[in-house]
């Protein structure tokens, strides 16, 4: 399977990313979160009064950097997520998931974040519009990863989770390679990390299974060494989330980047 090099550019045929980084496309974010969250899946803790505007925001927004996943033929939005970051006027000020889950992380895990602040994101709100997810089991899932899924199936890019989803991993190592942050946080349920674990993306579960927007474990990565076993193991889709080693490149300095 991997030895198939096209990955990359079929994504690129497809899909373009697209910093999020004014009004307008922040608004563009905003509002395929509150459709996805409030208003098809209705996920518990985010009730459709809660956002009157049509727009689902939280207070971690003004710290995060957005990505947005466009279609290249139709212009529509595909995908959207997000990466927290420190927090530029308070670095100690908590990650999401240690607001939420931090007397439940490993110690250990804690005091390595005390120390590493502005080295770390957190990956989240990963989301796919609708018309994306519609293979079966697909749509019950704001990120549209259903329980199995085969990189080699579908070529058609609205029925292949494959590249709108690798996509969004792609602009989350593209934020994360921009803003010096090489240690993620993200809270997962079991199906996504079974799921990112076929694409060698695997972060260490560092949590108990908690309430955190559902039952999810609060899970931790190093990029630089998630990425070098994935260019052992998927180099297909490292090439694409790395742009064939234009960003993390593997022994090109990476680990000069995640000095505090």
Request: proline fraction near 7%; charge should be positive.
């Amino acid at each position: 399977m991997d030895s198939d090099p096209d990955l990359l550019a079929h994504f690129m045929r497809y899909f373009e990313i697209v910093r999020a980084d004014t009004p307008a496309l922040l608004e563009e974010v905003f509002r395929l979160r509150y459709q996805v969250y409030c208003v098809e899946l209705a996920v518990p803790g985010f009730e459709r009064d809660n956002y009157p505007d049509g727009l689902e925001r939280d207070v971690y927004d003004a710290r995060s950097l957005h990505c947005l996943l466009r279609h290249r033929r139709t212009g529509a939005y595909a995908g959207t997520v997000r990466l927290v970051c420190a927090d530029p006027a308070r670095v100690d000020a908590p990650f999401p998931a240690e607001a939420t889950c931090g007397a439940e992380i490993e110690p250990e895990y804690l005091r390595a974040a005390s120390r590493l602040r502005r080295c770390i994101g957190e990956y989240s709100r990963l989301i796919l519009a609708r018309r994306f997810r519609v293979r079966a089991g697909e749509a019950r899932w704001a990120d549209g990863l259903a329980e199995v899924i085969d990189l080699d199936q579908e070529r058609d890019e609205r029925r292949a989770p494959t590249h709108p989803m690798l996509g969004l991993l792609k602009a989350g190592m593209i934020m994360s390679w921009e803003r010096r942050v090489c240690y993620w946080y993200a809270g997962m349920e079991p199906r996504l990390d079974r799921r990112f674990r076929q694409f060698a993306l695997a972060l260490r579960p560092i949590s108990p299974a908690l309430d955190y927007h559902g039952r999810v474990r609060v899970h931790w990565g190093y990029l630089p060494d998630v990425l070098a076993r994935m260019r052992e193991r998927r180099p297909r889709v490292w090439r694409l989330l790395t742009g064939d080693g234009e960003i993390w490149p593997v022994g090109g300095g990476s680990t000069e980047r995640c000095v505090p």
